[in-house]
């Protein structure tokens, strides 16, 4: 599904990695790891398609993503390490604006039981200024209850600020979508239970 070759990220005069290389296919999970400052998110960026890498390549199905655009977007998910939730907007209105950023509608009752199993029911039409990091992270994080349907999950640090019960359930999304044949590549500082066919974890900065 997703191939990267030779692929080399630049910030300013430094060079954060080159000749990275890996791919990923259906049930598979990439596990991303290092310091601060190593490259981790400017790699999730890279594969996303939100930056452009300053050598090497990334492959979706056999296309270059550059040339795919609109056609990768569609089969992707990613969240970053911002929550980027507008703090007038209610999480249902957060929830809503994120999937249509990304040319995605679900209906009124997707969106609810989405926020539901986030534990965020009764908080659903709460201004987000009123809920905690921990919440604000679940609502950047109910795109997951929705994206059954996209094939490559790209996640930064999605486990942070999230309480033991939050955890568990979005460990279980990524279950689900790794058993469904979809594809995963994630960063976390934290221990976390999820199955997958075949895992993989590369280090940068080390």
């Known amino acids: 599904m997703l191939e990267v070759r030779a692929l080399a990220c630049e910030r300013g005069d430094l060079r954060l990695f080159s000749d990275l290389e890996f791919s990923l296919g259906e049930g598979e999970l990439l596990l991303v790891q290092g310091p601060n400052g190593s490259g981790k998110t400017s790699l999730l960026r890279l594969v996303a398609g939100l ?26 998910l990613f969240v970053g390490h911002a929550n980027a939730v507008k703090e007038e907007f209610s999480a249902e209105e957060n929830l809503a604006l994120a999937l249509e950023l990304c040319g995605r509608r679900a209906s009124p009752e997707a969106r609810a039981e989405a926020l539901e199993r986030m534990g965020l029911g009764a908080r ?73 066919r075949t895992r993989y974890a590369i280090a940068l900065g080390l």
């Open 51 to 76: 930056s452009r890498p300053a050598a090497g390549s990334i492959r979706w199905c056999g296309e270059d993503i550059a040339e795919l655009r609109e056609a990768y977007a569609r089969d992707l």
């Open 124 to 196: 659903a039409r709460l201004p987000a200024r009123f809920l905690s990091q921990g919440q604000k992270r679940r609502v950047a994080l109910a795109r997951l209850c929705i994206g059954a349907d996209m094939p490559l999950w790209i996640l930064d640090e999605p486990f942070a600020a999230l309480d033991a019960a939050a955890l568990q359930t979005v460990a279980g999304l990524v279950d689900g979508h790794l058993a469904r044949g979809g594809a995963a590549i994630l960063t976390t500082h934290q221990e976390v239970t999820i199955t997958a």
